[in-house]
T-cell receptor, first 113, second 112 residues
Framework: DQQVKQNSPSLSVQEGRISILNCDYT??????FLWYKKYPAEGPTFLIS?????DKNEDGRFTVFLNKSAKHLSLHIVPSQPGDSAVYFC????????????FGTGTSLTVIP | DGGITQSPKYLFRKEGQNVTLSCEQN?????MYWYRQDPGQGLRLIYY???????QKGDIAEGYSVSREKKESFPLTVTSAQKNPTAFYLC???????????FGPGTRLTVT
């Protein structure tokens, strides 16, 4: 049973515009969330994280928003650049119990120049 | 340079053979993990280890085995019992249990 879901397999955005990638989870015990970026045939690289005590975390062009009541998080990339084209995974864990991370299925972002 | 190395990048084996994938880290991380990725799917946890000489099964451990004799190394053996071994395998490590994970470049295993 998929505890972390990314319902959009792909997303295309014009360069300079905002990219919004969404992620939903089912386990209310999850309290730590991460976004990873992955290029083909490479390992994922960490982008940004957020813990459940916050509802927003920002790092440069990347902002993650967490809505605990809706069990939803989103990653905003502004402005989008062609180099952002990759697959983005969200991951969640119940850090308080040191449990494993559960990953979504990924969203492939294409930024069109 | 600190990081995680996986070798080889591509691996080909005949059905029925066991194969061992290497994962080494020099980040001084306690925890290490093995995932597999299949097309259209997220990363699924095979095994993880929080300390040397200890490891736990993940969601899809059947047909796999691991060892953790050294802090730096966490090799994964794909046995002949694994029904669908062809996949992209990713190793990761984290400073502690539940911490941010750093990934290696992956090994693509093809079994024919």
């Amino acid at each position: 049973d998929q505890q972390v879901k990314q319902n959009s397999p792909s997303l295309s955005v014009q360069e300079g515009r905002i990219s919004i990638l969404n992620c939903d989870y089912t386990n209310s015990m999850f309290d730590y969330f991460l976004w990873y970026k992955k290029y083909p045939a490479e390992g994922p690289t960490f982008l940004i994280s957020i813990s459940s005590i916050k509802d927003k975390n920002e790092d440069g062009r990347f902002t993650v928003f967490l809505n605990k009541s809706a069990k939803h998080l989103s990653l905003h990339i502004v402005p989008s650049q062609p180099g952002d084209s990759a697959v983005y995974f969200c991951a969640a864990s119940a850090q308080s119990t040191g449990n494993q991370f559960y990953f979504g299925t990924g969203t492939s972002l294409t930024v069109i120049p | 340079d600190g990081g995680i190395t996986q070798s080889p990048k591509y691996l080909f084996r005949k059905e029925g053979q066991n194969v061992t994938l290497s994962c080494e880290q020099n980040l001084n991380h306690d925890a290490m993990y093995w995932y597999r990725q299949d097309p259209g799917q997220g990363l699924r946890l095979i095994y993880y280890s929080q300390i040397v000489n200890d490891f736990q099964k993940g969601d899809i451990a059947e047909g796999y085995s691991v060892s953790r004799e050294k802090k730096e190394s966490f090799p994964l053996t794909v046995t002949s019992a694994q029904k669908n071994p062809t996949a992209f395998y990713l190793c990761a490590s984290s400073l502690g249990q539940g911490g941010k994970q750093y990934f290696g470049p992956g090994t693509r295993l093809t079994v024919t």
